[in-house]
């Protein structure tokens, strides 16, 4: 692993992302919003046009920018005071037995950590793997494993950005909301992203009422303290799903997410960060999201 940053070392810009806590929940899009044409910059001035905070970059198919047009994006942010996330690839599996696949899905959530940093961003999110073949107990193992070495990487480089396991949609995905605090909690620079959406799906129609979002809340006050309540990365969409989990996403109100209720439950633990929308309709979505929670 010592020789996986090589390629972008010598262009980290230290930023002090790691010790950011947010004094409030912040809004806004995955990826570029649906009214913006143009590059990254571009969609990040839409997003404030917009009167949102923040932009998750979306890696999900290839880590589309440069380390040469990082310092735009990262202008343009600073510019437009808009707060960066991103979402590292699909093609990761934390849990896989074959080295190729393990070091690949290292590597590339570590890629995507290094061109956010250079961004100036906050907070690097990522689906961490499938249990497969192995027991829960063995794949807690092996994920906690590749997260002790990206974050023992990212310290030697003095990348600060938050690394952050999502939690997931499908029973088959490891991912559930006590794996992600677990893990979570034994590292300085590791933190979970909270998909509400996910939850809900995984669990085929729980986590869904005032009393449940408390309960995720308290378990990530519980795990974390109250820094993990300040320092949150949630994503929102509405969702369909079945017995095994997540289908599709779907925009709020053609769901039934019971968003309003989350919302508020948000606010009455004081949460604080930032919030991506992964509707469909994604601007729509978060600027409904941002009006209601104010």
Known sequence: MRDLLSLYSKSLL???TLDL?????????????????????????????????AMEMEFVHSINISPEKAPLVKKAAQEHNITLTCHAPYFINLNSLEKTKLYASKYRILQSANILNMCGGWSVCFHPGFYQKSTKEEAFARVGKAIEDISKEMNKSGNDVWIRMETTGKETQFGNIDEILEISSQFDNVMPCIDFAHLHARTNGKYNTNKEFQEILEKVEKKL?????????????????????????LNLKDSDMNYKDLLRTLKDFKAAGVVISESPNVETDASMCQKEFE
């Open 14 to 16: 230290k930023s002090g």
């Open 21 to 53: 806590l947010m004094k409030k929940l912040i809004f806004g899009t995955a990826g570029i919003p649906l009214s913006s044409k143009g590059p990254t910059e571009k969609g990040i001035a839409q997003v404030r046009n917009l009167g949102l905070d």
């Open 225 to 249: 303290g109250k820094k993990g309540l300040e320092n949150m990365h949630i994503h929102l969409t509405g969702i369909a799903y079945s017995e095994k989990g997540e289908k599709n996403h």
